[in-house]
């Protein structure tokens, strides 16, 4: 089965290590990431593992680090749209999910979406990290010493 990260899936997935090597060491970024990659083999092997979440996307959570995998999979492919913290903002990945162009499953209302104002559109809110809309600064490159995670076929 081919496997892909979203751009904010692996720019998520090396913030992370980059996190955990600056202050936890290096064994504990290359931990996270054999976890990573060993939680992505098991997608493989059996893509309905993880619990159904928004839009017809699943989570997996990852062992002894609160992050959760999103993906789907559709066609033999697995999509990764999210390396998610379990306890800091919640669902902000949904609108990955909407770019997919198709719902299975339950559809939950976007948090990023106001009610529907009295034209009958609605304006998006910019995320909660970035108030003023300006493009986010990019993670930094591992540590020396830090092996990389495997990258997959797109």
Same mark, same amino acid.
């Given at each position: 089965?081919?496997? !892909?990260?979203?751009?904010?899936?692996?720019?998520?997935?090396?913030?992370?290590?980059?996190?955990?090597?600056?202050?936890?060491?290096?064994?504990?970024?290359?931990?996270?990431?054999?976890?990573?990659?060993?939680?992505?083999?098991?997608?493989?092997?059996?893509?309905?593992?993880?619990?159904? !979440?928004?839009?017809?996307?699943?989570?997996?959570?990852?062992?002894?680090?609160?992050?959760?995998?999103?993906?789907?999979?559709?066609?033999?492919?697995?999509?990764?749209?999210?390396?998610?913290?379990?306890?800091?903002?919640?669902?902000?990945?949904?609108?990955?999910?909407?770019?997919?162009?198709?719902?299975?499953?339950?559809?939950?209302?976007?948090?990023?979406?106001?009610?529907?104002?009295?034209?009958?559109?609605?304006?998006?809110?910019?995320?909660?990290?970035?108030?003023?809309?300006?493009?986010?600064?990019?993670?930094? !490159?591992?540590?020396?010493?830090?092996?990389?995670?495997?990258?997959? !076929?797109?």
């Amino acid at each position: 089965m081919r496997v !892909s990260l979203h751009p904010e899936a692996d720019a998520e997935l090396l913030e992370a290590a980059v996190y955990y090597a600056e202050t936890a060491g290096k064994p504990v970024a290359e931990h996270f990431l054999a976890e990573f990659d060993r939680a992505v083999e098991l997608l493989r092997e059996r893509p309905g593992l993880g619990t159904p !979440s928004h839009a017809g996307t699943r989570k997996l959570p990852l062992r002894k680090f609160p992050f959760n995998i999103v993906y789907y999979e559709r066609r033999g492919r697995l999509r990764i749209l999210a390396v998610a913290h379990q306890r800091r903002r919640p669902a902000y990945w949904r609108d990955r999910a909407h770019l997919r162009g198709r719902y299975r499953g339950h559809h939950l209302p976007d948090p990023g979406l106001p009610k529907a104002t009295e034209g009958g559109t609605r304006k998006r809110l910019r995320p909660a990290g970035n108030p003023e809309g300006k493009p986010q600064e990019q993670p930094p !490159s591992l540590p020396a010493g830090v092996k990389p995670v495997q990258r997959f !076929s797109a």
